[in-house]
């Protein structure tokens, strides 16, 4: 199929799209990598009036490290994550997780904007997000950026709290806890495909392997990216054992309620849940360096 009829335009700065959002709203889609949209147009799944490409606004290409952590333009491409030799350091469970994000082609195109803004629940950045509480920062014409935490974002299959005429301006990661152990974890049918479901870990413990902090993003777990913060409450405070956390994941798995499909059952999702938490704590945990 062919997309149906639409104009375009290729704002030069930020300002410039803004106006241009503020004008159309819901008439108009913002195309960044197009790895989701494309195949959207092509089926006609979305019909816009106006197409707007924002790969041309460098304000959105922008990376800056410091104390605080590490922020993320809208723009940044999946691949030039996968590149950086220094995310392993700043930010490992980022790194653990681009690789699984489907193809190399796909990577080198697609953006953490466009991923997040899309807000597909089988996506890995809905839960990287959740795990690290990542901060969003959210423009619209006329008015200030406002600042959302990733647990807000998220409202619903394919929604969120993003406005028509707003863009998705970066993504601010905290800084990595030291000596916190990481995993991520999904299963899909085959390597690329949208995972079936999936875990983003991040665990911190104290010498006497108390779970002083745990994060859980799931994959898969909801019709939205959802934190397991049942299971979370489970870990925190207590010895890490393999009985704490098969007692976590299964709490994990009962806090979700996957969707059914052609793909899996709900029931078959949420048995992966639980699997696949309990894998990833296990992880973690030996890549702590207690405190």
């Known amino acids: 199929m062919k997309p149906a009829p639409f104009d375009y335009i290729a704002p030069e700065s930020l300002d ?5 959002l503020a004008q159309y709203g819901d008439e108009a889609k913002v195309i960044a990598g197009g ?21 041309r ?3 959105l290409q922008a990376q800056r490290r410091s104390d605080a952590g590490l922020a993320l333009g809208a723009l940044t491409r999946q691949g030039s994550l996968e590149d950086d030799g220094d995310l392993q350091r700043h930010q490992p469970l980022v790194a653990a997780a681009i ?3 489907a193809h190399r082609a796909v990577r080198n195109r697609g953006t953490i904007g466009g991923s997040l803004s899309h807000a597909d629940p089988a996506a890995e ?24 935490p990733a647990s807000e974002f998220f409202q ?19 800084a990595w806890p030291e000596g916190a152990g990481w995993s991520f974890r999904e299963f899909s049918r085959r390597h690329g495909d949208f995972a079936l479901a999936g875990v983003a870990c991040r665990l911190v413990v104290d010498g006497a392997s108390r779970c002083l902090d745990v994060r859980l993003g799931l994959i898969g777990g909801d019709d939205r990216p959802l934190r397991a913060t049942s299971a979370e409450a489970v870990l925190r405070g207590e010895p890490a054992s393999e009985a704490l956390f098969r007692e976590a994941a299964a709490r994990a798995a009962a806090e979700t309620e996957p969707m059914n499909d052609l793909h899996a059952s709900a029931d078959y999702r949420r ?16 890549r702590c360096a207690p405190r």
């Open 156 to 174: 619903g299959l394919l929604t969120t709290a993003l406005q028509p005429e707003e863009l998705l301006l970066e993504v601010r990661l905290p």
């Open 99 to 101: 690789p699984h994000i």
């Open 271 to 286: 048995h992966l849940v639980g699997v696949l938490v309990f894998d990833a704590l296990m992880e973690a945990q030996g």
């Open 57 to 59: 606004i460098e304000a």
């Open 16 to 20: 410039e799209a803004l106006a241009v």
């Open 35 to 55: 790895q989701t949209l494309g195949p959207m147009l092509n089926m006609r799944v979305v019909t816009p009036t106006l197409l707007v490409d924002i790969n």
């Open 125 to 148: 950045w809905g839960a990287l997000v959740q795990a690290l509480d990542a901060t969003l920062v959210i423009a619209r014409q006329g008015a200030a950026p406002r600042t959302l």
